[in-house]
């Protein structure tokens, strides 16, 4: 997706900030592979890592910047202490006809279903702006998650920004891959549900409809 297309998406988004957070392992400690519970952000402040996020495997240093999306599932190996910056969001497109009009290839290539990761031209920025949503995510009452939200749209904008020169790598989440996993991991429990997963292949443009009934 080209800068301007997640600019658009972005502006007519609704954000919910659901969590952040600061992180800090040991050299050594390993994350076991766990699926991403909402659309993340992760910024690197210390140290160095490998993380593989979706099979797409990333040497991760200081100011290093990774956006993954929910359901994706990450696993971290450290190799010097490694300290990062967790940041949870849920997105959606704000208006009703937005919604109703937009097709589902649109939808898993929205900004929020992008892997992404870069090394910011000017990191201290992007830094300064999390420090700040860091502090007001643990100041209690309604002003303050206003501020939150603000706040998150300026670490967006400088985000938008610092993109417009930088090359990042850019993989969109699967829903397939991800309906599958889940699967796989649920077999033994009663599901009770039917998934319809319509996936546009980008190399020969076809349409293919998968229907699971459990």
């Avoid at 969109?172 to 991991?185: A, E």
Wanted: charged fraction near 20%.
């Amino acid at each position: 997706m080209h800068l301007n297309e997640q600019i658009k998406h972005w502006n007519q988004a609704a954000v919910k900030i659901l969590d952040i957070r600061r992180v800090i392992l040991k050299a050594g400690e390993e994350v076991e592979p766990y699926d991403l519970p909402a659309n993340g952000f992760m910024y690197a402040t210390r140290g160095s890592a490998w993380i593989v996020v979706d099979g797409q495997e990333h040497e991760v240093n200081s100011f290093y910047m990774l956006h993954a999306a929910k359901g994706s599932r990450l696993q971290l190996q450290v190799r010097e202490e490694f300290e990062y910056v967790l940041l949870f969001y849920r997105a959606f497109l704000a208006f009703p006809n937005l919604r109703k009009t937009g097709r589902w290839e649109q939808r898993w290539s929205s900004p929020f279903a992008q892997q992404y990761a870069l090394i910011p031209h000017a990191p201290l920025s992007l830094m300064r702006h999390l420090d700040h949503l860091e502090k007001a995510w643990f100041q209690p009452g309604n002003m303050e998650r206003l501020y939150v939200k603000s706040l998150f749209y300026q670490f967006i904008h400088e985000l938008m920004l610092q993109l417009s020169t930088e090359k990042s790598s850019v993989t969109i989440s699967d829903p397939v891959q991800h309906t599958l996993r889940y699967l796989h991991d649920h077999y033994r429990e009663q599901v009770s549900i039917i998934v319809l997963v319509i996936y546009r292949c980008s190399l020969n443009r076809k349409r293919v409809q998968v229907r699971l009934t459990i």
